[in-house]
């Protein structure tokens, strides 16, 4: 049977799909208009302001769900970069997505997109809007595999920050970056539990807090002001002492969109935190698992540097990536609802 689309108006874009530990990656590799800039972040500033309609398009549904993540392949303006990438949410554009790394460490070997692949594993140098991120691909007998990734810089801003929070009074929180500033706070302050608690509750609490730091809380980046926004929240199990058991996370971010998959920038995020407080030492390895799928990561710190006054590390994070599908979407100009639309 011929799967081609009959004939119809209305532009097309096609996407590769994928998920990394759950969380979906909806990868744009044709139909989007050129974005300008002349840097990877007044790339995402030009697609903001620009084009942000597309984003609704292809994260909303019918074609996509409140949930939906994507990334839009783009030209870095680094020689060293194999591509730039911005991604896309809910809500906007973040400017790192470790789960999208890994993901697009894949795409990027199988699609063409480096050269020369090699064994037994393949560098591949992804330009986020937070800076270069270098990953390395398993590649064997013409096949991708795991990934690993080396953060850029990762540094604590604050600790023990107390905020006031809606319904839940006094709240003591830690603010990380890891390509994206998180809040962390352990999920038995609200009476909950990471891998057992409802969803919605868990949503909820982070949220409350997310909004809470955001309104109190005045965050700066050494690198670019464009940095200096919290993403989201992380409730932890409080498990933060090195150990070789697995600690699990969830993380609700954007407009309380949850993540399937550990978070790699949450992970990277949680690493220098625990490197801060002396729980993990360099090149100690760390099992993180998602409370909403029991999916695993693995994270270390693997250098010692620094981001302007902030002392930092560079983390690896490694974890797997696997495709769902390839699509082509339409808006025809008679469809209503062809810009999209969310339920919450």
Sequence with gaps: MDLQLPPHAGDKISVVDMHTGGEPLRIIISGYPEVKGDSVLSKRRYVREHLDHLRRVLMFE?????????????KSELDQADLGVLFMHNEGYSTMCGHAVIALGRFAVDYGLVKEPQSPETPVNIHCPCGLVKAFVQYSEGKTGAVRFHSVPAFVFAT???????????????????????????????????????????????TAVTNAVRSQVKLDHPVSPDLAFLYGTILTDGKDQYSEDATGNICVFADAQVDRSPTGSGVTARVALQYHKGLIQLNQTRVFESGATRSQFTGKPVQVTKCGDFPAVVVEVSGRAFYTGVSSFVQEPEDELAHGFLLK
């Design 62 to 74: 019918p074609r996509g769900h409140y949930d939906m993540y994507g990334a839009l392949i783009v």
């Design 160 to 206: 023990d920050v107390v905020v006031s929070v809606e319904g839940f009074g006094d709240v003591t929180v830690d603010i990380s970056y890891g390509g994206a500033y998180y809040a962390f706070v352990a999920a038995q302050r609200f009476g909950l539990d990471v891998s057992k608690s409802r969803t919605r509750d868990l949503v909820d609490a982070a």
